[in-house]
Nanobody, 121 residues
Framework: QVHLVESGGGLVQAGGSLRLSCAASGSIFRINSMAWYRQAPGQTRELVAETTTLGRTNYADSVEGRFTISRDSAKNTVYLEMNSLLPEDTAVYYC???????????????WGQGTQVTVSS
């Protein structure tokens, strides 16, 4: 079994910063990619940032230049550094990972439980 556990959400004023963390644990053979998504009330879940095994990163246009995704492969952890936060960044942030487990040796997509980020104006 594989689990993703997020931390670091909270309440911050506009212009402030937060750092999210997501640690993968369990029967992991290899992590192919890790990403952050977010979902605001009444809206669909959207990709915020992703990073692949080769170190490539991709960002949503709305966060480009403000957010930075990074990964510590030794710790199976992905981070999202969020700067210059805006009220429209308010959402539940979900960690996502495509992981090959040592149980099935087949890539499968896993999700964290979500962490609330609220940016006040």
């Amino acid at each position: 079994q594989v689990h993703l556990v997020e931390s670091g959400g909270g309440l911050v004023q506009a212009g402030g910063s937060l750092r999210l963390s997501c640690a993968a644990s369990g029967s992991i053979f290899r992590i192919n990619s890790m990403a952050w998504y977010r979902q605001a009330p009444g809206q669909t879940r959207e990709l915020v940032a992703e990073t692949t095994t080769l170190g490539r990163t991709n960002y949503a246009d709305s966060v480009e230049g403000r957010f930075t995704i990074s990964r510590d492969s030794a710790k199976n952890t992905v981070y999202l550094e969020m700067n210059s936060l805006l009220p429209e960044d308010t959402a539940v942030y979900y960690c996502n990972a495509v992981i090959i487990s040592s149980s099935y040796y087949y890539p499968y997509e896993y999700w964290g439980q979500g962490t609330q980020v609220t940016v006040s104006s």
